[in-house]
């Protein structure tokens, strides 16, 4: 497996520096630039709602993004000074202020321009950092849905620059699609550029993109709606882009393909079993909770809200009780290209008591500002044992090429549901641990609907068929971690085991009770809009020996309230 992973390495390494060369040559700058747009057409809307707020503190010279500011002043250029990070740098150049100015009003419009235009005069031919996939992707998307409205006060001369500007990056987006890994999204920033332009240009790049895009939905988006990422916010995102897309493509009278409303569909779906009840969404797999906003804004046409929702989608598992709404992660993660931003957490949780955040993830996204550390076992409300993981990121070069593919996270998970009068059960497995220790996890979730509570059960199973570990008398260390939300709190009681949950608004809290050997509440962290949040987590800890196995069991259940009512 290392040895494939590098010789992979190597030969995408190749064609990608290969690929550079090319982009950045005389010849290919030229061919980007034919047939030149005749001007902009139509004004898609961006469902992704700009925030007036932070449009002020731009038309004051502050940029601020992956919890940096660069002080540029009013009027001043961003372009031309070092930026405080990479991650600050590739919001910078994705254009992902535009929205924000464009809610300001006349004012903002002016200031986008302005911007848009010494952008140009410093990247706009050719730049490796700027004309990166990762960068061009969302640039040309906030382009194409800012400029008409950012060319509303332009003279023609400024029109048709950012117009061709337009033209040459939609061309170039698409030439970068090598894989099936933002193929999707890619193809449809390049057809809404498309939709926008006018002319010839505008109908070629837009026939082009739409039939790139047409193959790429039928391996992004599964049949249950499911994103081949297994994230719930790119299921959620490529939902947005695709709406986008759908909008500006009825403004030019241009029929979408069947594929991509199939896709729109399958999406709504997914996107509206993903939504818990505070209205955003389950951190599992690379995707944060993001605001319900953004969420409402992808629900905002779904027309069949009464429909039963069902109990499972892409591999994850929904129960619920009076009080409690739970999901578990109950599939391998994703594989090969698709595992770039995927985690090795099998069976995670999240649990919502009346609808508030109680037990969650780290919540792990590549816009995290944090290490990739957040995306194995320990930073996820679920078992690890030992002191390895059951799976890993690709480092160094390697990921240089490849991106931080995750590699040894593919074994088995299992998942078995059942339902009876007033109870939920839901069995689940993974042979991570296997190869190393020949331990099975299993973990097992009953709720109790009459009780309205939360029981679980742990266990480590020795697999007679695997390969021996170092010693099967030698004991093991395992722990079971419940990472609490940063608007909730865990205490522990005087019994040193117990530990009471308060989500925000509870008074009574819930009781975490359990037979572990040691209990513990330890630091952790939460990622929202890809900054850190101080939390807690809860820890029960054991051992375990491969000849015998382990169990730990654990239960939730709302605490009685003092003094009790009369």
């Known amino acids: 497996m290392p040895g494939q992973v590098a010789l992979l390495a190597l030969a995408v390494g190749l064609r990608r520096q290969a690929r550079r060369e090319w982009a950045g040559s005389p010849l290919h700058r030229w061919m980007l630039a034919r047939p030149r747009p005749e001007g902009l057409t139509?004004?898609?809307?961006?469902?992704?709602?700009?925030?007036?707020?932070?449009?002020?503190?731009?038309?004051?010279?502050?940029?601020?993004?992956?919890?940096?500011?660069?002080?540029?002043?009013?009027?001043?250029?961003?372009?031309?000074?070092?930026?405080?990070?990479?991650?600050?740098?590739?919001?910078?150049?994705?254009?992902?202020?535009?929205?924000?100015?464009?809610?300001?009003?006349?004012?903002?419009?002016?200031?986008?321009?302005?911007?848009?235009?010494?952008?140009?005069?410093?990247?706009?031919?050719?730049?490796?950092?700027?004309?990166?996939?990762?960068?061009?992707?969302?640039?040309?998307?906030?382009?194409?849905?800012?400029?008409?409205?950012?060319?509303?006060?332009?003279s023609d001369a400024e029109t048709a620059q950012i117009a061709l500007d337009l033209a040459r990056q939609g061309r170039h987006l698409l030439a970068t699609i090598?894989?099936?890994?933002?193929?999707?999204?890619?193809?449809?920033?390049?057809?809404?550029?498309?939709?926008?332009?006018?002319?010839?240009?505008?109908?070629?790049?837009?026939?082009?993109?739409?039939?790139?895009?047409?193959?790429?939905?039928?391996?992004?988006?599964?049949?249950?709606?499911g994103h081949a990422s297994r994230s719930p916010q790119a299921a959620v995102q490529l939902l947005l882009d695709l709406q986008t897309l759908d909008e500006a493509l009825v403004q030019r009278g241009i029929a979408p393909p069947d594929e991509m409303m199939r896709a729109i569909d399958r999406l709504v779906g997914a996107v509206r079993f993903f939504t818990l009840a505070d209205g955003a969404l389950p951190v599992f797999q690379g995707g944060e909770a993001l605001r319900p906003t953004l969420v409402a804004a992808a629900r905002a046409s779904e027309n069949d809200a009464g429909r039963t929702l069902p109990a499972a989608r892409n591999g994850y598992q929904r129960?619920?009780?009076?009080?409690l709404q739970l999901v578990a992660d109950a599939a391998p993660p994703a594989t090969g290209p698709w595992s770039v931003t995927a985690c090795a957490q099998p069976l995670a949780l999240e649990v919502l008591i009346s609808g508030r955040r109680a037990i969650t993830n780290c919540g792990w996204s590549p816009d995290a500002v944090g290490p990739e550390a957040l995306r194995l076992a320990d930073a996820a409300s679920t078992a690890s044992l030992g002191d390895l993981s059951c799976g890993a990121p690709v480092r160094g070069l390697q990921a240089r090429a490849l991106g931080p593919r995750l590699i040894g996270a593919d074994a088995p998970v299992g998942a078995k549901r059942q339902q009876a009068d007033g109870a939920l059960w839901l069995e689940m497995s993974h042979d991570g641990w296997v190869r190393r220790f020949g331990l099975r996890h299993e973990?097992?979730?009953?709720?109790?609907?009459?009780?309205?509570?939360?029981?679980?059960?742990?266990?480590?199973?020795?697999?007679?068929?695997?390969?021996?570990?170092?010693?099967?008398?030698?004991?093991?260390?395992?722990?079971?971690?419940?990472?609490?939300?940063?608007?909730?709190?865990?205490?522990?009681?005087?019994d040193g085991k117990s530990v009471l949950i308060k989500p925000d608004g509870e008074e009574t809290g819930w009781w975490l009770r359990n037979d572990a050997m040691e209990v513990a509440i330890e630091a952790s962290v939460f990622f929202q809009d890809g900054q850190a949040r101080r939390t807690s987590q809860v820890v029960l800890r054991g051992q375990v020996r491969q000849e015998a196995g382990a169990r730990l069991r654990w239960k939730l259940a709302a605490a009685e309230p003092w003094p009790p009512p009369r």
Request: aromatic residues 8%.
């Open 319 to 323: 129960l619920e009780s009076r009080s």
């Open 178 to 225: 090598d894989g099936p890994a933002r193929a999707a999204e890619r193809a449809c920033a390049a057809a809404l550029a498309g939709a926008v332009l006018a002319g010839e240009a505008g109908d070629r790049l837009t026939t082009t993109a739409l039939d790139r895009l047409t193959k790429a939905l039928a391996e992004t988006v599964q049949a249950d709606g």
């Open 42 to 154: 139509g004004s898609p809307p961006d469902p992704r709602p700009g925030k007036a707020e932070n449009g002020r503190r731009i038309l004051l010279g502050d940029f601020t993004f992956a919890g940096v500011t660069l002080h540029a002043g009013p009027k001043g250029d961003p372009w031309d000074r070092p930026n405080p990070s990479r991650r600050f740098a590739v919001a910078l150049h994705r254009f992902d202020w535009l929205r924000d100015l464009l809610a300001v009003g006349e004012s903002g419009a002016v200031e986008a321009l302005r911007l848009t235009l010494l952008w140009r005069r410093t990247f706009g031919r050719w730049n490796g950092f700027s004309w990166d996939p990762e960068v061009l992707e969302r640039r040309v998307f906030n382009l194409a849905c800012g400029a008409p409205r950012l060319c509303a006060g332009a």
């Open 443 to 494: 973990r097992r979730l009953y709720l109790d609907l009459a009780a309205d509570e939360l029981r679980g059960e742990d266990r480590f199973t020795p697999v007679t068929d695997a390969a021996p570990g170092e010693d099967p008398r030698r004991f093991i260390p395992f722990a079971v971690r419940f990472h609490i939300h940063p608007d909730a709190r865990a205490s522990l009681a005087r």
